[in-house]
């Protein structure tokens, strides 16, 4: 513990033995003895309770140096920051204070001073409402410094981002720990001045008027916020107080939401349509904006709801053509009010509930002008490093705009559903019941889909050759001049890497040849990236930052991205001469192209010599997992071809599936086709609990699949255990002729896990998410096998993704999804438990390139 020696004239005189009597003294005693001190002054140690060295800092050059909180904070008056729009701070000591609308009992504001909350409590009242909840929506400490006659609001902040709060809860309890620490530091550094002062800043575009020293001497001279609100709140039975902690950027959580609801659920009479009792809400942020605007909307559309005050009926539809962005006309929107029952009415009541609360942001309009600023600043300003990391500042306020935005229309369903059953059903329950709700909301970039062709002619993107050292690791390349070229045993699938001109010949005629003895080929090409073929070399569109990775065209059918390639051909034959990648490892090379196709002109070619090969295409969005619609479009192309057969057991027809390299899409793909046609075939020995085979490994547990999250879901499904069984003995016959790849589609999610446990940094946050992405894929197999074995008698009339939402949510098996995690292996769980976090980290990176639809 650190301590400080100093001294002080001594103000009082203790009482002591007659010996000393007269006599200018002071007695101290502690557990040893007496200290008895004489004469002028008294010594005494004044302990720190800082367990860190102390730091110090100033604000700017020439200003002075003082110690800073936790070794790197100054202390900052809040209303620095703050755009009083409303003009309220004068008259009531809080900034942007307003009320949604005048027949709405839901108020907001800044920060108001402890002084300017008693001026606001008393305003509400006063306008007739009896019960008041007081919402506190920040999530960075806030102290209370007494200045003059009041207690004004300070916050943290980080030297070189002085204007920028500085978060560090996420819970109530956490947030108002936090503050106590600073508190019991702040109180501790001002014991190191002799008269017990601090540094406080209060005006940062006058410095020179700047630090004020201001006595603090015990804590109850700084405030803390549970003190100011849940004090106010004691004395006045009819206030309730309660600290939400919203991200400045950023939506509530599910958590957060039904924190916020369990207030209306715990008073049954609030959400009573027949009742009138609702309470007054305010809402506190930092400055009365964008936190305060979320949660009003949120509070209004409840009392809406309650009172039966919203639109009914809408003849309002999106115009995906021409779409209005000043209405909120995005391509994640038309996504996500397509998807929802009555998506356009939900979409309308939100908007004309968010211009109710739009005093000082429309969370709406805010999007188009934040749509603005980023394609203006794209277009007119040169790429460099300083203009990137400002395009990337404006792209993610863009984002984040539009995530608020669809938050608000989910939340509106939610309540749409819930409120005629009195919130029965949390939030995340909801969620839980409508998962691709989730998945809608976390996708909402799809600026790629209008990305010009002409950048690859500004090389700020690049063609990179498909095939590269050590691809082949099966060395198929001598026999059918395609890399990776597989069978999956006794079954006609098969798997490859992608083709060239030549490569596809030597494969369509080995299938069809007497003694294969197939009839019909299919080909089916997964890749969701650009594809062409120049002089019988097949390349992707790589970004020049990113050269290691194709990027995903974002393309929901085959038929638009084989659009988008035709566009990117018209913009190859411009010119004759490109540099392109052959190892991204190496400069690129120059080389004259000619002969340019694209996946379906390079088939149609193929078509013209075999009329018995078909080609189809099935974009897969991600390399390591399918969504319920891809295994959809799957089972339905297999289903199509056979049916047309009318044999599953004459081996008429050949699958070929294929994507970049012939690994990970194309083996998943494999093993979905192989538990489709089994269940139609019949498995084969090794399916049964008594025909499986011993293994002796190291860690055979988990090389087998058995981890906790595995067995809750196999404990779920009728005969899980024999469905798990089915999955591992088709992941088990496809590696066996793909072994040289060391890639077990069940085996490698213990692989990763143990790579990502000794790497550190991105490197090891990469592999973490990617062990979760093969443990979620595992699990979504194991499903889609109890899939077929329920709806096999049914002839599949149910698809998969109809399945998962009426049979598989009400079971509970998106609150496992949400849950993943190595829980006999991690001490703490990862982020990536939860699905929306993993949704969000596997979606491509790319520099923002001009337009945000």
Known sequence: MSSLLCSKKHKHMASTPDMYAGKQCVVRTNKVAPVIIKDCREEFQQFLEISEPIVTGSLAEGMPEHPLIKGKYFVVQDFNDVNDVLQTYRTLSAPNFYQASSDQPVFASGQPTVNGLNKILSHIVTDGHSDVLLL?????????????????????????????????????????????????????????????????????????????????????????SAEVYARESFSNQSLKYDRLCLPEMGIPTEELVDQFLSHFRECPSYLDSNRPDFPAIHLISHSGGRRSAVMMVMCCLLYAHKKGTLLTECNYSINEKNPNYKEGEYKAVERLVAHLKDGNLIKQQVDVIIDQCSQVINLRTCIADHKRQLERTTFISPQNAANTEVIDRLYAGCLSALETYCFLISFNAYLRDQMPNNLSWSYNKWLHRNPLVIRLCSQLDFSELRSPPSLLSSYQRYLVYDDYIGLDVLSSQMDVKVSNFRRLMGLPIYGMAQPTRNGLSKVVHHLLQHKQGYTNVIVVNLRSDYVLECDDVTYSVRDAHSLFEPISSQCLSGKDLEESEQKIKKEIKSKKRWKVYKETTDPPIEKELTSIFTPEELYEQQRLSTLDLHYRRLPLEYDHGLHEEEFDAIQSLILGFMRASGSWTESSHAFVFHCRTGKSRTSLTMAVAGLLFYHMTGFPYGANPDEQERVSCPNARYTKGEYLVVEKLIWMLPEGHQVKREVDLVLDRLFETMSPMHFHLREVIFVIFNKAKSSSGATQRYLNRLSYDYLERYLYLILYNAYLHMEKNGQFQRTFTQWMTEVAAPAGVFEVLDNLGFFTLETAPSEFSRLKNRILDRQQKLPFTGLFV
């Not at 920028?164 to 108002?176: A, L």
């Not at 550094?189 to 005006?203: I, K, P, Q, R, V």
């Open 136 to 224: 506190n929506l920040r999530s960075e400490p806030v102290l209370f410094q007494r200045v003059d006659d009041d207690y004004v609001p300070y916050s943290v902040r980080h030297q070189g981002l002085l204007h920028n709060m500085v978060m560090m809860g996420d819970t109530k309890d956490n947030c108002d720990h936090i503050e106590s620490c600073i508190r019991k530091e702040l109180v501790s550094l001002a014991g190191m001045e002799d008269e017990f002062t601090f540094y406080f800043y209060d005006n940062l575009d006058k410095l020179q008027q700047e630090p004020h020293m201001r006595k603090v001497e015990f804590e109850e001279d700084i405030l803390l």
